[in-house]
């Protein structure tokens, strides 16, 4: 497993942390194929029960990597979550939606399908393509430090590929996270049911843990069942519908900024973005 990802086991607990921390924990194409074969190994190791998912140093996820040193773009990987050509080779919106429909919309609902729980154990930045990681989670323990936002608006792009907003954070409260790009934080976050606990920084691996034993105590045939018949519900109101209609706006999205500025980003890279939010 490439170093993008460590593995450990805690007990009946495996903990997948992603290790990027010098960038944020940014997810590049390298990170995502290790997250895949580390939440396998989790899934075919019997006594694995619960997984966490981490991420090493000060912050959960920063979001897709988008202008690292390690930016692997254009590098391809063997596929695992779409039935796609790959996107390398390609050109315009053919080759963004054949990227985009595997590694990001494909990938999340290929993890979302885990059928062990995955619990996402998240403190300081957890923002847009990191949004996209914690929410395909079962649940969410949040540090006091946690902040979260989607401020890919700034670049005329409607939300993150894996559009749950309205699922993860109600309706009134999404149009406010898109429209101001602004960060919330983990008390919020609690309020509005979009994070199970929220604990202090120095109490947030144990609580976790603890919790991931507790539910560990419980059938795994009988918790992959009550897994998935949430997602199933959750998809009948409408969730997987709704984010397919809205990957096509997503893309009209990346297509208009690179017709217009020549750039599916609009141009703007990590320190853009930072310096637009702050
Ligand atoms: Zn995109």
């Known amino acids: 497993m490439a170093d993008e990802v460590r593995y450990e086991r805690r007990g009946v607990v495996a903990l997948v942390t992603m290790n990027r921390p010098r960038y944020r924990n940014a997810q590049n194409s390298a990170m995502t194929y290790a997250l895949d074969a580390a939440f396998t190994r989790a899934v075919d190791d019997d006594e694995v029960r619960v997984i966490v998912l981490a991420g090493a140093g000060e912050h959960f996820s920063a979001g897709h990597d988008i202008g690292t040193p390690e930016r692997d773009a254009d590098i391809e990987f063997p596929r695992r979550a779409a039935i796609w ?9 053919d080759r963004r939606y054949a990227r985009e429909v595997e590694v990001y919309l494909g990938m999340c609902r290929r993890w979302r399908e885990i059928p ?3 619990i996402a154990m998240v403190q300081g930045a957890c923002i847009a393509g990191g949004l996209m990681l914690a929410w395909v989670c079962d649940l969410i323990v949040a540090a006091e430090d946690a902040f979260f936002a989607d401020p890919v608006l ?8 894996y559009f749950a907003h309205p699922w993860m ?13 602004d960060r919330f934080d983990a008390r ?6 979009m994070v199970n606990r929220v604990v202090p920084r120095a109490e947030l691996e144990p609580a976790v843990l603890a919790l991931a034993e ?3 105590a419980m059938p795994p045939f009988g918790l992959a069942l009550a897994k998935r018949a949430v997602n199933q519900c959750e998809d009948l109101m409408g969730m997987r519908a709704g984010m397919d209609s809205v990957f096509g706006l997503h893309h009209v999205a990346h297509a208009h900024n690179a017709e217009v500025t020549g750039n599916p980003l609009a ?10 939010s702050s």
């Open 85 to 93: 050509w790959d996107h390398t080779g390609k050109e315009g919106a």
């Open 169 to 181: 954070l109600g309706p009134r409260f999404a149009r406010e996270v898109l429209f101001t790009g």
């Open 214 to 216: 507790r539910i560990a």
């Open 188 to 193: 919020r976050a609690y309020e509005i049911g």
């Open 116 to 118: 062990k729980p995955v």
């Open 267 to 276: 141009g703007l890279d990590p320190a853009a973005m930072k310096k637009a």
């Open 154 to 161: 700034r670049m005329g792009i409607p939300g993150v590929e």
